[in-house]
């Protein structure tokens, strides 16, 4: 298999992850701004890899497999560091639940989209410019987070911006996701109806 240069920025991506997360605990001074120069750099491969793809002609199965994990993961990951950075406050609180709301949309509408590939309508579920706002403002939110999540008293207000932006964010992670299953509807309620027919005869050749 010939890895393309998308390719290449998609694994580049992935393997910044675990770089990130050692910087995100080392014990240095300015580790918070490394480890948020470390995620911005995966956040721009993200855009990189897919302008590439498309102006250069350079799509792949492998690729278009790869990148949306490669996304999921880096949110994941940051996500999960930033939880475990809090102490239980009512900051942590928001942190935990949005994060939940967060990662749990996102498994469920890769599950969708795994669903619609299989009944060949994945074109049902492409992405909607709603769901591009919320991973603008997810990636700057996470950004500002890990920049600031020793949470100085002096960059205290930058940091409650970057919470705020993340709440926005997962807002948006609820009403995009309702976009995608409103999309898919009509395909799972017909599936739904052909299950509940069938059932009956399954019952009569029992």
């Known amino acids: 298999m010939r890895i393309n240069l998308p390719t290449w920025l998609t694994l580049f991506r992935v393997a910044l992850l675990p770089v990130m997360v050692l910087v995100f605990y080392l014990p240095f001074r300015g580790h918070n701004i490394t480890a948020a120069i470390v995620f911005a750099l995966a956040a721009v491969t993200d855009w990189l890899d897919g302008y590439l793809a498309r102006r250069m002609g350079l799509t792949s199965k492998f690729g278009a497999f790869l990148d949306p994990v490669a996304d999921k993961l880096m949110v994941a990951v940051t996500l999960f560091l930033l939880v475990a950075s809090h102490r239980g406050d009512w900051s942590g609180i928001v942190m935990a639940v ?8 996102e498994i469920s509408i890769s599950a969708l989209r795994e669903w619609m590939a299989e009944v060949g309508m994945r074109a049902t579920v492409r992405v909607a410019f709603i769901g591009k706002l919320k991973t603008v403002m997810q990636m700057v939110a996470l950004i500002v987070l890990i920049l ?6 002096e960059a205290l207000r930058l940091y409650h911006i970057g919470e705020g932006l ?5 807002v948006l992670t609820i009403w995009s996701g309702l976009h995608y299953l409103r999309a898919a509807w009509p395909a799972l309620h017909e599936d739904a109806m052909a299950a509940a027919r069938s059932a009956p005869d399954q019952d009569k050749n029992a």
Request: aromatic share 0%; glycine share 10%.
């Open 98 to 105: 949005t994060s939940a709301i967060i990662v749990g949309r």
């Open 148 to 153: 600031q999540h020793e949470k100085e008293a």
């Open 166 to 170: 993340l709440v926005l964010a997962g």
